[in-house]
Nanobody, 121 residues
């Protein structure tokens, strides 16, 4: 069974920084694209950033230049470094992978439980 466990959320003042981590566990052979999404109260879940297994990245316009996504394939972990945080970055942040190959086959579109980020003004 695959698990994605996020950590690193919390309360920070505007202009501050946080680093989120998402560790995958289970009988995993490989993980394709990993990403971070966020959902604020009353809003739809939106893309924050993704990174392929080869390291290609993609960012939402709202976080370009402030956030950086990275991954450690050996540790099956993806990170999101968030700088210059703004109150509008307040949301639940969710880790996602579009495809995992496990000892039981493929798992598609898998989500973690989320971690809360709150930015105070």
């Amino acid at each position: 069974q695959v698990q994605l466990v996020e950590s690193g959320g919390g309360l920070v003042q505007a202009g501050g920084s946080l680093r989120l981590s998402c560790a995958a566990s289970g009988s995993i052979f490989s993980i394709n694209t990993m990403g971070w999404y966020r959902q604020a109260p009353g809003k739809q879940r939106e893309l924050v950033a993704t990174i392929t297994s080869g390291g290609s990245t993609n960012y939402a316009d709202s976080v370009k230049g402030r956030f950086a996504i990275s991954r450690d394939n050996a540790k099956k972990t993806v990170y999101l470094t968030m700088n210059s945080l703004k109150p509008e970055d307040t949301a639940g942040y969710y880790c996602n992978t579009d495809r995992v190959i496990t000892d039981r086959g493929y798992v598609y579109d898998y989500w973690g439980q989320g971690t809360q980020v709150t930015v105070s003004s």
